[in-house]
């Protein structure tokens, strides 16, 4: 039988999910800690470049995609079954990650953001003095980019009618 290894670190609920099939479905695995922000050495080369975790190892056959994951993995040991109803599952878990999840993060991150370490400061002589860093903003205020009545002229012109 051949191993698997999943590439993860612990707080991450992407690989949580991962960590569960795995229960569920009763498979033994091998567990390889990376780090939770880049650089990435050990990972980067196994995945010609994908940054996100987990990732998950089969001989030489690497999956990268949490939902790509837990398909193989239904795949290769079809009972009990992770997707009964494939479309409904589908829809469920596209909602949970992507409706749900930033919201939480923002909520959990504005919870902790005065114990975060602020990043270094530039010094003023610099070029980038004036870094695009994001202000801290409440929980709730919405993510917003600037609009075409933002941009500069010269990006307007060219733009096509």
């Known amino acids: 039988m051949v191993d698997i290894i999943l590439h993860h670190y612990e707080t991450s609920p992407y ?9 569920i479905k009763g498979l033994a695995w091998s567990s390889v800690e990376i780090p939770r922000i880049m650089p990435k050495p050990d990972l980067m080369p196994l995945t010609g470049g994908y940054r996100k975790t987990p ?14 994951i837990l398909r193989e993995i239904d795949a290769r040991h079809p009972s009990p079954s992770l997707n009964p109803h494939p479309g409904v599952a589908d829809a469920l878990a596209w909602w949970a990650e992507k409706a749900m999840f930033t919201p939480a993060v923002i909520v959990a ?13 530039i010094a003023s002589g610099s070029s980038s003095a004036t870094s695009a860093r994001p202000r801290r ?25």
């Open 15 to 23: 690989s949580e999910k991962i960590r569960l099939a795995f229960g």
């Open 55 to 68: 990732v998950m190892q089969i001989g030489a056959d690497v999956y990268c995609d949490t939902q790509l």
């Open 109 to 121: 991150f504005a919870k902790i953001g005065d114990q975060l370490t602020s990043p270094p400061t």
């Open 137 to 161: 903003r409440s929980v709730g205020s919405p993510v917003c980019w600037p609009g075409p009545s933002a941009w500069p002229p010269s990006a307007m012109a060219s733009a096509p009618r």
